[in-house]
């Protein structure tokens, strides 16, 4: 079955920075990855998806780049702000509506 | 448009009880899926429901079952509860397409 491995576990930055969160798959079935942000105490929400039909996909501050070949996918946010701080989950799936596999999360800190 | 809602937030058993977990999708959803949420932990996929069958299960024992009614909510059950079931138990809907999350039932196991 799928794998996803999700690197680092916990980032610290300082608000107005870059933070750069990355996850690679095993399944080369895979073809669609979505990200979630989830605060304490609240639901994951999905913030951005990307199929391998696109290497790259951008949302205001938040940009998702995958490399099919190498198998990994990245999160990037820019200008980080307070309110980005959560965890954050990649995930990796065939196909949008089938079940999701997901990384490990990352917790953000974004310091002010 | 309601989002998904689970019930009952909370809920508390002791061990060997059994436990059921309720979701309501997004209207217009036909697949359910359910995770668990171990405290820490990511989220490990439970099992997946679409048009009132089980379309594919996690690596968890069959006391883990559910159901889903015509519709489209969905029941989770837990048999002979252990105290590693302890966790947030999160469920989503789609239509297929993106997975959007409940709230989530908090299963504490004394």
């Known amino acids: ?112 | 448009e309601a989002g998904v809602t689970q019930s009952p937030t909370h809920l508390i058993k002791t061990r060997g009880q059994q436990a059921t977990l309720r979701c309501s999708p997004i209207s217009g959803h036909t697949s359910v899926y359910w995770y668990q949420q171990a405290l820490g932990l990511g989220l490990q996929f439970l099992l997946w429901y679409d048009e009132g069958e089980e379309r594919n299960r996690g690596n968890f024992p069959p006391r883990f079952s559910g159901r889903q009614f015509p519709n489209y909510s969905s029941e989770l059950n837990v048999n002979a509860l252990e105290l590693e079931d302890s966790a947030l138990y999160l469920c989503a809907s789609s239509l297929p397409g993106p997975q959007h999350f409940g709230d989530g039932t908090r299963l504490s196991i004394l």
Not at chain 1, 21 to 30: G, P
Not at chain 1, 64 to 84: C, G, M, R, W, Y
Not at chain 1, 98 to 112: A, E, H, I, Q, S
């Open chain 1, 1 to 112: 079955g799928e794998n996803v491995e999700q690197h680092p576990s916990t980032l610290s930055v300082q608000e107005g920075d870059s933070a750069v969160i990355k996850c690679t798959y095993s399944d080369s079935a895979s073809n669609y990855f979505p990200w979630y942000k989830q605060e304490l105490g609240k639901r994951p929400q999905l913030i951005i998806d990307i199929r391998s039909n696109v290497g790259e996909k951008k949302d205001q501050r938040i940009a998702v780049t995958l490399n099919k070949t190498a198998k990994h996918f990245s999160l990037h946010i820019t200008e980080t702000q307070p309110e980005d701080s959560a965890v954050y989950f990649c995930a990796a799936s065939w196909g949008a509506g089938n079940m999701l596999t997901f990384g490990g999360g990352t917790r953000l800190m974004v310091k002010p």
